[in-house]
């Protein structure tokens, strides 16, 4: 069975800085491409960005409200997937959801919340 | 302002079919598959449609997608008390190399 579980969400101050953090299990994670969708409270999805398989270079991509303050990483000696978030904006307050697809979300976690208040 | 566009609710009763359209550009829709989510209240998304109409083990087959041009959509048949959700449809986008959402459509049964 797949799973994605996030962890490191929170409360951080504008300006602050959050690191994100994804297990997954259930699937060859060194073959996937993985996500980051993000929903703030009411509101629709949002894909945040990509980070592809090794085999396929490994390389990502970052939607353009966060690119330059948000970084994805993965380890996939642990199964991991990481989102750095720096600069952090009272606008990123969101639940951010793991997923895990090529090209598009087929997996999604639980997802976990941060909230950026002063 | 979502780059695919959904109408944001629908409704019906029970046993009724409701269709969610979703439009977008050749960079998106035009040219990629389309994926639909089914978000219920307090929950994270879970997929129910990929690659334009195939649907994953477990999603009844009252869900049906198609695609058209620019354009796709989500049928629902048989609408039933449990299909009460927000219905999300995604698409890569080749023009801005990210993947790209509708805004969502509340599905409401009377």
């Known amino acids: 069975e797949v799973q994605l579980v996030e962890s490191g969400g929170g409360l951080v101050k504008p300006g602050g800085s959050l690191r994100l953090s994804c297990a997954a299990s259930g699937f060859t994670f060194s073959n996937a491409w993985m996500s980051w969708v993000r929903q703030a409270p009411g509101k629709g999805l949002e894909w945040v960005g990509r980070?592809?398989?090794?085999?396929?270079?490994?390389?990502?991509a970052y939607a353009a409200p966060v690119k330059g303050r948000f970084t994805i990483s993965r380890d996939d000696s642990k199964n991991t997937l990481y989102l750095q978030m720096n600069s952090l904006k009272t606008e990123d307050t969101a639940v951010y959801y793991c997923?895990?697809?090529?090209?598009?979300?087929?997996?999604w976690g639980q997802g976990t919340l941060v909230t950026v208040s002063s | 302002q979502s780059v695919l566009t959904q109408p944001p609710s629908a409704s019906g009763t029970p046993g009724q079919r409701v269709t969610i359209s979703c439009s977008g550009s050749s960079s998106n829709i035009g040219s990629n598959y389309v994926y639909w989510y089914q978000q219920l209240p307090g929950t994270a998304p879970k997929l129910l449609i990929y690659?334009?109409?195939q649907r994953p083990s477990g999603v009844p087959d009252r869900f049906s997608g198609s695609k058209s041009g620019t354009s796709a959509s989500l049928a629902i048949s048989g609408l039933r008390s449990e299909d009460e959700a927000d219905y999300y449809c995604?698409?890569?986008?080749?023009?801005?190399?990210?993947?790209?959402f509708g805004g969502g459509t509340q599905v409401t049964v009377l």
């Open positions: 980070i592809k398989s090794k085999p396929d270079g490994g390389t990502t």
């Open positions: 690659r334009n109409n």
């Open positions: 997923t895990a697809g090529n090209p598009v979300a087929v997996y």
């Open positions: 995604a698409a890569w986008d080749d023009s801005l190399s990210g993947a790209v």
